[in-house]
């Protein structure tokens, strides 16, 4: 069995190892910046105007412009009243959560991202649809007043868009806190977008806050909270907030002056899903406009092996479970890549 886990080198279109190429799909790199190299001349240009980082909290007396650009910038091309900023999706998803589980009852939704979780593994399991129908149903008929919803944005493994529209049927009386972890969909499914297009659900009594790692899709070391202005002077005030380390001035600064780049690739991305949609129609499971095709014939992860081609393989969602193969299309792949890996897989 070859061992890929112990690379010095990127992890882009191909992967070299043992003097062999390989052809990746795998990863999270959706639109191919973490190696495009205009993107990367970007960074290299932040690092030598703000450094290669900045370990100063937010709340210090000296601050480097670039981390407030980036917020109000994030928040106008995602379509929220304001952003926030941190070192990490990780760090940004874990504030958020602690500090709006005080302010209702908890409810997760399945296949939650761990780094939701409050404490624990909620295990909540089963279909998203099924679960949004008792969600809706219970909060209506509960005595309790307030709740703080907690779900991903979408399934990225099998993959699947979830449906918020349900919880327009929440009672008027009830208030509710809707926390979305967009990581793998924030600039992917919709140019400069989240990956919801209809808010229409959101009334008065539901509050929507997106959290996101920017380091997937959008090659940024951060970790970004979309909300209303006002939820994000609240958030500013936390010493979660002001005692962190903000996330590298210089991925920021690629960010902020990056988007004609990132443009280019999110066409490039949406041309190369549409062409393997085209080849795999029928073979693989996927969802529109993701780049994210699933299959669970336990013998292609090594028929792909022996055409050079390598992709994720593991048990989904329990260790006991059958193999998943999870094949990422990116914006640096050709279209004789996709013809190749769908020749491997025995679909053209």
């Known amino acids: 069995m070859k061992n890929f886990t112990k690379l010095d080198q990127p992890t882009g279109r191909s992967i070299y190892l043992d003097e062999k190429?390989?052809?990746?799909?795998?990863?999270?790199?959706?639109?191919?910046?973490?190696?495009?190299?205009?993107?990367?001349?970007?960074?290299?240009?932040?690092?030598?105007?703000?450094?290669v980082n900045n370990g100063t909290s937010r709340n210090n007396n000296v601050q480097q412009a670039i981390f407030d650009q980036a917020e109000q910038y994030a928040a106008m091309r995602f379509g929220f009243g304001a952003g926030l900023l941190l070192s990490s999706g990780y760090l940004a998803t874990q504030f958020v959560v602690k500090m709006l589980s005080m302010e209702g009852e908890l409810l997760y939704?399945?296949?939650?991202?761990?780094?939701?979780?409050?404490?624990?593994?909620?295990a909540v399991t089963g279909d998203f649809r099924d679960w949004s129908l008792r969600t809706v149903e219970y909060i209506n008929q509960s005595k309790a007043a307030s709740f703080v919803i907690v779900s991903n944005s979408l399934d990225n493994m099998t993959?699947?868009?979830?449906?918020?529209?349900?919880?327009?049927?929440?009672?008027?009386?009830?208030?509710?806190?809707?926390?979305?972890?967009?990581?793998?969909?924030?600039?992917?499914?919709?140019?400069?977008?989240?990956?919801?297009a209809d808010r229409d659900f959101l009334g008065e009594n539901i509050e929507l806050?997106?959290?996101?790692?920017?380091?997937?899709?959008?090659?940024?070391?951060?970790?970004?909270i979309l909300a209303s202005a006002k939820r994000i002077e609240q958030l500013k005030k936390s010493n979660f907030y002001t005692g962190a380390s903000?996330?590298?001035?210089?991925?920021?600064?690629?960010?902020?002056?990056?988007?004609?780049?990132?443009?280019?690739?999110?066409?490039?991305?949406?041309?190369?899903?549409?062409?393997?949609?085209?080849?795999?129609?029928?073979?693989?499971n996927s969802m529109a406009n993701f780049p994210v095709f699933s299959s669970k014939d336990t013998s292609l992860y090594a028929r792909l092996m022996e055409a050079g081609i390598l992709v994720s393989s593991f048990p989904y969602p329990l260790p006991t479970d059958p193999l998943l193969n999870r094949i990422v299309v990116n914006a640096h792949h050709t279209s004789e890549d996709l013809d190749r890996i769908s020749h491997a897989i025995g679909i053209s």
């Open 109 to 122: 939704a399945p296949a939650c991202h761990p780094s939701l979780w409050l404490d624990i593994n909620p």
């Open 159 to 196: 993959p699947e868009r979830y449906d918020f529209s349900i919880f327009k049927n929440v009672s008027a009386m009830k208030k509710v806190t809707l926390i979305l972890d967009d990581s793998h969909g924030i600039g992917v499914l919709r140019e400069n977008g989240i990956s919801i």
């Open 21 to 51: 190429e390989y052809l990746f799909f795998g990863g999270t790199s959706y639109l191919g910046l973490a190696t495009d190299k205009a993107y990367a001349e970007l960074f290299i240009e932040g690092v030598r105007q703000y450094g």
């Open 246 to 284: 903000p996330s590298s001035p210089a991925s920021l600064f690629a960010f902020l002056n990056g988007e004609h780049i990132y443009r280019k690739q999110f066409e490039k991305l949406q041309a190369n899903i549409r062409y393997f949609e085209s080849l795999s129609e029928g073979y693989l």
């Open 209 to 224: 806050i997106v959290v996101a790692s920017l380091a997937k899709g959008l090659a940024t070391d951060a970790g970004l």
